[in-house]
Nanobody
Framework: QVQLVESGGGLVQPGGSLRLSCAASRIIHEYYAIGWFRQAPGKERELVGF????????SYADSVKGRFAISRDNTKNTVNLQMNNLKPEDTAVYYC?????????????????WGQGTQVTVSS
């Protein structure tokens, strides 16, 4: 019901930083949170974190706490993912999606309106 487009992926060395952006096609009324997920080859899609669309509450996977930060700009219908101190294990396709679960969710199945993803590669 809403189009989401990820951008900002690329190749970065370990320890480097990258910022991803998730742009929505319109103001979002029917979703409570925007989530970032990632999927590496041969792995299941996993939650990176999410942010509530109204308010500032965020939630992160343990693997990225202290390194990644999610922010939003409602005036631009955009959610950003700032990634610092990147590690090779962060290599994946990163997706954003929206959930109608009131308090957000860690489950990919609770999200829809998936973007096509942006590739992040962390390598020397």
């Amino acid at each position: 019901q809403v189009q989401l487009v990820e951008s900002g992926g690329g190749l970065v060395q370990p320890g480097g930083s990258l910022r991803l952006s998730c742009a929505a096609s319109r103001i979002i009324h029917e979703y409570y949170a925007i989530g970032w997920f990632r999927q590496a080859p041969g792995k299941e899609r996993e939650l990176v974190g999410f942010i509530m669309w109204s308010g500032s509450d965020t939630s992160y996977a343990d693997s990225v706490k202290g390194r990644f930060a999610i922010s939003r700009d409602n005036t631009k219908n955009t959610v950003n993912l700032q990634m610092n101190n990147l590690k090779p294990e962060d290599t994946a396709v990163y997706y954003c999606a929206a959930t109608k679960v009131f308090y957000g969710s860690h489950r990919a199945t609770d999200y829809d309106s998936w973007g096509q993803g942006t590739q992040v590669t962390v390598s020397s």
